[in-house]
């Protein structure tokens, strides 16, 4: 079974900075999807970046990207210059290809602080 | 672009009675569509796959007869919570694949139930 892990419960950052958010998974497949995905208080889920398992490019969208090291099974998320609508929960989730089944990690509580 | 639409957006009700939860997709079709539970400050759960036309597949530890799912149209799937109790309350999202590249899922703005 797959597992999606994100020790961070919580993170703070100041408005403009860097900040990156961790994420850790297990999987025996080789084929498969990542995402971010963004939940801010109106509780809409709103997707952030998408990363797939055979491209050994880091994705960006903006001022967000990831570093996708497959080997090590990490996906961190890196938000630059980061902005007061960013604060929300952000969660990690894994999808086995040709599923579209989405397993979601516990979560990171981001505060962005001007 | 595709949306996903879920009604009511807050329900109450009371301990034992049965509450029906809709999501359609608006702009497109959607076979699949998937139902998840949040409890306060935690990860969504996926429970149930809703098929068109079938059966739907429901997670290990979720109760098939408590939370009845109907796809019975390629733009609607309907969640049941029946005879509900307190430990019911949490907020049910559903999602639709649409099958396009920009986003494999996308997601209802969700419902939160407080039964009392």
Redesign the interface.
Known sequence: AQTVTQSQPEMSVQEAETVTLSCTYDTSENNYYLFWYKQPPSRQMILVIRQEAYKQQNATENRFSVNFQKAAKSFSLKISDSQLGDTAMYFCAFMKYNTDKLIFGTGTRLQVFP | GAVVSQHPSRVICKSGTSVKIECRSLDFQAT?M?WYRQFPK?????MA?SNEGSKATYEQGVEKDKFLINHASLTLSTLTVTSAHPEDSS?Y?C?A?TGGED???H?G??T?LTVT
Do not use: K, V, Y
């Open positions: 699949t998937f935690q990860s969504l759960m996926l796959t907020f999202i999602s694949f986003s494999p899922l997601f703005n969700g939160r």
